[in-house]
């Protein structure tokens, strides 16, 4: 019979006890963490937003970074971005703003937002110019870096400019994967990427984990998938799995976390075992 720490998780291997962590006595300087996958409705913004909750819970320091010109982040968590004089896309090709003026509080203890709305899409063609474009937002983060303990960068599903900038700033990537034969697809691509960012721009730059998002284990082929991802990345995936349920869009439709709008839901539960998986290899320590 299997004990508790041995007991097999939806990745098939043995699934550890990821312990509470201790509260932190200080903070900073920060881990910053891009959520990249150019596919779109992968689970980008919903991770972004719920694992920052989660990291925030136990006692760390975080800012989510709203990185996609939709705004979606900004708008889970209750942040008016349209209505906002200053938003990411000022402090990326103007001068003279102070990101501590630009970042809004989420209304969750220790979770806050840096927004962006539709502006952020005209960035990318103004930022061609520029000298060392890709390191733009790493300049941005830099006075606010000591301030947190993790910084997670939400990217909008492409591989572009604002992308890179995202990927030079960090230095870890989280891939979240939804449980789809055809996701895995380009994960590849996404991997060449990171490689020649590693190679040319940020040597410090690793991938922290690939999650499976939308996780069905009722079903074959979620299952498959998952193993699939496995073999090809092994240790390089994620334990913790995120299944797919409606408390998501309701949590966005309320502007909530997922751990503030239905706390107890299993939902909730598996961004808590992230944000302590996360910590427990030393990612958001």
Do not use: W
């Not at 819970?57 to 970074?65: A, D, I, M, P």
């Not at 990217?155 to 230095?171: E, F, I, K, W, Y």
């Not at 690793?206 to 092994?234: K, Q």
């Amino acid at each position: 019979m299997l004990s508790q720490q041995d007991t097999l998780g939806p990745t098939g291997r043995p699934l550890p006890n990821f312990p509470s962590p201790p509260r932190l006595t200080a903070h900073g300087p920060a881990r910053i963490i891009a959520m990249c996958n150019q596919k779109g409705g992968v689970g980008k913004t919903t991770t972004t937003i719920n694992l920052g909750a989660a990291l925030a819970e136990y006692g760390r320091k975080v800012l989510v970074v709203d990185f996609d010109p939709q705004g979606a982040l900004s708008a889970g968590l209750g942040v008016r971005s349209n209505e906002l004089d200053e938003t990411v896309y000022n402090l990326l090709v103007e001068r003279g703003h102070d990101i501590h003026k630009v970042i809004q509080p989420s209304g969750v203890d220790n979770l806050d937002v840096l927004p962006a709305n539709i502006d952020l899409s005209a960035a990318e063609v103004q930022l061609v110019g520029e000298v060392a474009r890709e390191m733009i937002l790493a300049r941005v983060l830099r006075p606010v870096e000591d301030e947190y303990d993790v910084i997670l960068i939400d990217c909008q599903p492409s591989l572009g400019l604002l992308t890179v900038n995202a990927l030079t700033a960090s230095h870890g990537v989280i891939i979240p994967l939804e449980c789809e034969f055809f996701a895995m697809r380009g994960v590849a691509l996404l991997v060449e990427t990171i490689d020649k960012v590693t190679d040319r721009l940020n040597p410090r730059l690793e991938i922290d984990g690939i999650l499976a998002t939308m996780y069905d284990g009722r079903t074959l082929h979620s299952r498959d998938v998952v193993r699939s991802v496995v073999d090809h990345f092994g240790d390089k995936v994620f334990h913790t799995t995120i299944n797919r349920t409606v408390k998501f869009p309701d949590a966005t439709l309320a502007a909530e976390p997922i751990t503030k709008y239905a706390s107890s839901h299993g939902a909730a539960e598996a961004y808590r075992q992230l944000a302590r998986e996360l910590i427990a290899r030393g990612d958001a320590a």
